[in-house]
């Protein structure tokens, strides 16, 4: 029996040392995450415009030229004028072209740059072509004549692009070497149109062919997308 007494006493000693645990404390609530400041609104690009657009075109192309040893491009076109003695048609694959309408050219050429826009009115032939060279002009003003203009065209974005050759008499127009407009033939005033895809990354070969070939009144207005087309789009 004391054994048995020694043990029970000794169990309650042990629990009264023990005691029970207490409950744990609450965490402390963790600090708000503060906020992330708004971002501010990203700087507007200036617009670049038009010419800025053609003279990058411009010095990237020249740029390679001077790799090749080739001259640089500048404004303006080509040409050339030279007189007519008979026939009215520029081109054999014109639409009523015949062999004996095919135009004849007599004399000596001129040469010289047109760095204006394409836009001869229809006015008297005795008044002057706008598209010679001031010097020469006075030479054609009783003559029938052909003027062909060479050079390159540059665009400030991709696209189709329109074309209108309103012409007395008549007027080629190849870019890239393919026939966009054919307003060929001895006529009055007359307005032709075309279409062409161009790239704005590169430059485009240019050529324009214009036939004074009946007498009378003259007139070569060559517009692009509804507008005359800009001599700053022109490069020789």
């Known amino acids: 029996m004391k054994f ?7 169990l309650a000693l042990s629990a009264c040392a023990r005691g029970d645990k207490g409950d744990s404390g609450d965490n402390g609530a963790a600090g708000a995450t503060g906020q992330t400041g708004a971002t501010g609104p990203a700087g507007a690009s200036a617009p670049v415009s038009t010419p ?12 390679y030229r001077a790799t090749q040893g080739q ?11 030279q007189a007519i003695s008979a026939g009215s048609y520029l081109s054999s694959s014109s639409p ?3 062999a004996a309408q095919a135009i004849v050219l007599t004399g000596p050429s001129y040469s010289y740059l047109l760095s204006t826009s394409i836009n ?3 006015v ?5 072509n706008s598209l010679i060279d001031p010097e020469i002009a006075p030479l054609f003003l009783t003559n029938n004549y052909r003027i062909v203009c060479t050079g390159a065209l540059v665009v400030a974005e991709d696209g189709y692009y329109g074309f209108t050759s309103s012409s007395d ?12 407009v054919d307003n060929d033939g001895t006529h009055g005033i007359q307005s032709v149109s075309g279409t062409k895809l161009l790239e704005s990354a590169v430059t485009h070969t240019f050529q324009l062919y214009y036939a004074q070939s009946g007498s009378g009144n003259i007139a070569m207005i060559l517009d692009m997308n509804g507008s005359v087309l800009p001599a700053a789009n022109l490069y020789h």
């Open 4 to 10: 048995v007494s020694v043990i029970v006493l000794a």
């Open 52 to 63: 800025t657009v053609l003279q990058t075109i411009v010095d990237s192309e020249n740029a």
């Open 71 to 81: 001259a640089p491009l500048t404004p303006g076109l080509s040409c050339v004028v």
């Open 96 to 98: 009523g072209y015949t």
């Open 120 to 122: 001869q009115p229809n």
């Open 124 to 128: 008297a032939g005795s008044a002057g």
């Open 169 to 180: 008499d008549g007027s080629l127009l190849y870019i890239d070497g393919a026939l966009v």
